[in-house]
C-alpha cells in the first residue's frame, strides 16, 4: 500500500439494472436462509466477521486512508468501531424476543419480532468501512440481508467487508455490494424486492430517497448533516473545552457530519479560549495519512476543496475574520504535492447570520461565536435547520444536563465530544433526518412486529 494524493487509484464499473436486480435476488435467496437460522447461529457468525476484522485492523485501516485520505490514526479508531459494533450486534441477536399477554378467560396473545427482508444500505465516503458495519451489524443480526453501496468516492473498502462476512460463513449472497452514483442508488430504493433503505449523506440527496421510498411505502433512516452547536460556559475546564473543541471540528479533515462547528464562547473567556484554540490548531500535524505522526490527511477530492475554500472566501467577504489557516497546504514530500489538503482553519468576529455559520461547510473550518447568558445561547443554539448533535462544557452539572435538555439535537455531548460508542443510539432532529443508527434502537428499525391473538375458547360472535 502506499498514498496516492491527486491520482486514481482504481476503476470499478457501475452498477446497472441488470447488476442491482442479479445482487438484490441473491440477497433475497440468502435471506431465506439466514432469517430461518437462530438467533445464536447468527451471533457465531458475525463474532467469526468482527474477530477476522479486529486480526486484519492494521491491514483493513491503511486501506481506509488510502480509501479516504484521513490519518492512519483515525482509521485505525474506525476499524476498531467497526468491529465492535459487529460483536455488540452479535450479541443482541440471540436476545431478540417478542412478548407475551394474558388474556381473560385463559386467552393470551403473543408478538413476533420478524426481520424486514432486503435492506439497502447507501453509505457516505467520510467512514466507508464504519458506516457499513453500523447498517449491516443490527440488519443482519436481526435476519435480514442487505445490499450496500458505498460512496463512488470511496469504493474499496466495503468490497473487504463483504469477502470478510463470505469468510465468516454467512450465507452467499447475504451481504452484497454494488458500486455506482445517484442512477445506481435509485435502482435500489425502487427495486420492489427491497423492504428498507437506510442512507446517510446530504440533505438533499436524502430528501430524493424519502421521496423514491414513499412511492414503494418502504420505512428509512436518514442520517444527514448537521450544523452543531458546541457551547464553552466560562466555568469549564479550558483545557478540556480546547481539546473538545479541536476533536468536534478537524476529525476526518472536518468532514464528520455530527462536527460541533457553531463553537459558542461565554464572552468572559472568549479571548482566553480563542488565543489557545488557535495556537492548538496552529500545531496540527498535516500530511501523508500513513504515517503515524500526521493528525490531518487530505479532502476527499479536488471539488469539496475549492467548495471549502469558496465557504471561507466568503466568510472574509461577509466580514468573518481568518485566525488562521484556511489556505492551501503543500507537503514537503514532492510526492504529495497533488494531495487536495488545507489548513485547519478558525474563523473569528462570526455572526449568526454569516452563510458559515448557518451552512454545512464539511470541512476544517471553525466558527467561534460570543455569547453572554444561558438562555441567549441555547436559543442561539436551536436556530438552525439541522438537529444532528450539540455539545456543552461546564463544571455546573445542573446546568450541563439542563442545557442538553433544551437543545434540539439527537445526540450531545457533556464535557466531551464526537465519542460515539456503539451501545449509544445515533441520530438527528429535524433536517438531520430520522431514525437511529447503533444501540438497541437500531433493532426497531431493522424489524418489524407480528401480533398474535390466541382464542382458548368460543369465538363470541355478534351474529
Not at 435502482?187 to 414513499?214: R, Y
Not at 476544517?364 to 455539545?391: C, H, Q, S, Y
Not at 442538553?404 to 445526540?411: R, T
Request: hydrophobic share 40%; proline share 5%.
Amino acid at each position: 500500500f502506499k498514498t496516492c494524493p491527486g491520482r486514481v487509484l482504481c476503476k470499478l464499473p457501475c452498477s446497472g439494472e441488470k447488476e442491482v436486480d442479479l445482487a438484490v435476488q441473491s440477497a433475497k435467496a440468502a435471506f431465506k436462509i439466514w432469517s430461518q437460522m437462530s438467533g445464536m447461529e447468527r451471533c457465531r457468525v458475525m463474532l467469526e466477521a468482527a474477530r477476522i476484522i479486529r486480526e486484519q485492523r492494521d491491514e483493513i485501516a491503511t486501506m481506509e486512508t488510502i480509501n479516504n485520505g484521513k490519518s492512519i490514526f483515525e482509521a485505525r479508531v474506525d476499524i476498531d468501531i467497526s468491529w465492535q459494533c459487529l460483536e455488540y450486534y452479535a450479541g443482541l441477536a440471540g436476545s431478540l424476543a417478542g412478548e407475551h399477554i394474558q388474556l381473560p378467560g385463559g386467552s393470551f396473545g403473543y408478538t413476533r419480532r420478524e426481520p424486514l427482508g432486503v435492506c439497502v444500505g447507501i453509505g457516505a465516503w467520510n467512514y466507508p468501512f464504519q458506516i457499513a458495519c453500523w447498517k449491516s451489524g443490527p440488519a443482519l443480526a436481526c435476519g435480514n440481508a442487505m445490499v450496500f453501496k458505498p460512496s463512488p468516492f470511496t469504493p474499496i473498502s466495503v468490497v473487504r467487508l463483504a469477502e470478510i462476512f463470505t469468510e465468516a460463513g454467512v450465507p452467499k449472497g447475504l451481504f452484497n455490494v454494488v458500486q455506482g452514483g445517484a442512477a445506481t442508488g435509485q435502482l435500489l430504493c425502487q427495486h420492489p424486492d427491497v423492504a428498507k433503505i437506510s442512507f446517510t449523506g446530504s440533505v438533499p440527496t436524502g430528501m430524493k430517497i424519502m421521496e423514491m421510498a414513499a412511492k414503494g411505502i418502504k420505512p428509512v433512516t436518514l442520517e444527514l448533516g448537521g450544523k452543531s452547536p458546541l457551547i464553552i460556559f466560562s466555568d469549564a475546564d479550558l483545557e478540556n473545552a480546547v481539546k473538545g473543541a479541536l476533536m468536534a471540528n478537524f476529525l476526518t479533515q472536518g468532514e464528520v457530519c455530527c462536527n460541533g462547528t457553531r463553537v459558542f464562547v461565554e464572552r468572559k473567556i472568549l479571548d482566553t479560549f480563542t488565543k489557545e484554540v488557535v495556537k492548538r490548531t496552529q500545531k496540527i500535524k498535516i500530511g501523508d495519512p500513513l504515517l503515524e505522526e500526521t493528525r490531518m490527511g487530505a479532502l476527499i477530492n479536488r471539488p469539496h476543496l475549492n467548495r471549502v475554500q469558496g465557504f471561507i472566501k466568503q466568510a472574509k467577504e461577509q466580514g468573518a475574520e481568518v485566525l488562521c489557516g484556511g489556505d492551501l497546504y503543500v507537503p514537503d514530500d514532492p510526492k504529495l504535492k497533488n494531495g487536495y489538503y488545507m489548513r485547519p482553519c478558525v474563523l473569528g468576529n462570526c455572526k449568526d447570520d454569516m452563510t458559515c455559520v448557518k451552512e454545512e461547510i464539511f470541512g476544517p473550518v471553525m466558527a467561534i461565536l460570543p455569547f453572554d447568558t444561558e438562555e441567549e445561547v441555547v436559543e442561539r443554539a436551536n436556530t438552525t435547520k439541522f438537529g444532528l448533535a450539540g455539545g456543552v462544557f461546564t463544571r455546573d452539572i445542573q446546568k450541563a444536563h439542563r442545557v442538553v435538555a433544551a437543545l434540539k439535537a439527537g445526540m450531545c455531548f457533556i464535557n466531551n465530544y464526537n465519542v460515539s460508542p456503539v451501545e449509544l443510539p445515533f441520530g438527528g432532529y429535524k433536517s438531520s433526518g430520522f431514525g437511529r443508527e447503533n444501540g438497541r434502537a437500531a433493532i426497531e428499525y431493522y424489524s418489524q412486529l407480528k401480533t398474535v391473538c390466541v382464542e382458548m375458547g368460543d369465538v363470541e360472535s355478534v351474529f
